[in-house]
């Protein structure tokens, strides 16, 4: 059955950067797109971005431009999130998710498969 | 680009229907048929209930029912039970091709 396994919860001081994993298995991880979402404590689920994990390209929120950056290991069927220059508000779980199918549109059509979420404090 | 527009709360007895309304632009809700519907109970990972406006992953009720109008899609959810009351949040693919979540709503059932 697929299964996406993240890394654990983490501390940061505001300014540092976190790399979260997300480990997948049970499909062919290079046929499905991985996407991140985040929802700060009692908020709204807010879109980071995606990765198509067979050819490495990218797309990111306007909102995190310049400070997200999303990479995979097909090696290791293993997806990561970057988040750089923290500051309090960063504070929220993030989720990577499996897009619903493969293929060329299936990357807009929804998420299927949640990691469990890493939990990322950002405090001084 | 902004959340897009749900209520944030609805509420309905067991047995009943609830609507849950997700107002978005020509940008986004209504310029593609790519609206999904997330479940999202207390300290848990969301859950896909609808794709593609109006179809159902496998394994989800038949009581959950998704449609669509203009720049508003619908999220029915028919013969309410108690374990439906969660957060709900809708999504949508958009002109700069991304993805745009809305507000959430939170059911209760009463």
């Known amino acids: 059955q697929v299964q996406l396994v993240q890394s654990g919860a983490e501390v940061k001081k505001p300014g540092a950067s976190v790399k979260v994993s997300c480990k997948a298995s049970g499909y062919t991880f290079t046929s499905y797109a991985m996407h991140w979402v985040r929802q700060a404590p009692g908020q709204r689920l807010e879109w980071m971005g995606w990765i198509n994990a067979g050819n490495g390209n990218t797309k990111y929120s306007q909102k995190f431009q310049g400070r997200v950056t999303i990479t995979r290991d097909t090696s290791a069927s293993t997806a990561y999130m970057e988040l750089s220059s923290l500051r309090s508000e960063d504070t929220a779980v993030y989720y990577c998710?499996?897009?619903?199918?493969?293929?060329?549109?299936?990357?807009?059509?929804?998420?299927?498969?949640w990691g469990q979420g890493t939990l990322v404090t950002v405090s001084s | 680009q902004s959340a897009l527009t749900q209520p944030a709360s609805v509420s309905g007895s067991p047995g009943q229907s609830i609507t849950i309304s997700c107002t978005g632009t020509s940008s986004d809700v209504g310029g593609y048929n790519y609206v999904s519907w997330y479940q999202q109970h207390p300290g848990k990972a969301p859950k896909l209930m609808i794709y593609?406006?109006?179809n159902r992953p496998s394994g989800v009720s038949n009581r959950f029912s998704g449609s669509k109008s203009g720049n508003t899609a619908s999220l029915t959810i028919s013969g309410l039970q108690a374990e439906d009351e969660a957060d709900y949040y809708c999504s949508s693919y958009t002109s700069s091709s991304t993805l745009e979540f809305g507000g959430g709503t939170k059911l209760t059932v009463l």
């Open positions: 593609d406006v109006s």
């Open positions: 998710a499996r897009a619903y199918c493969s293929g060329g549109s299936c990357y807009k059509r929804g998420l299927t498969n």
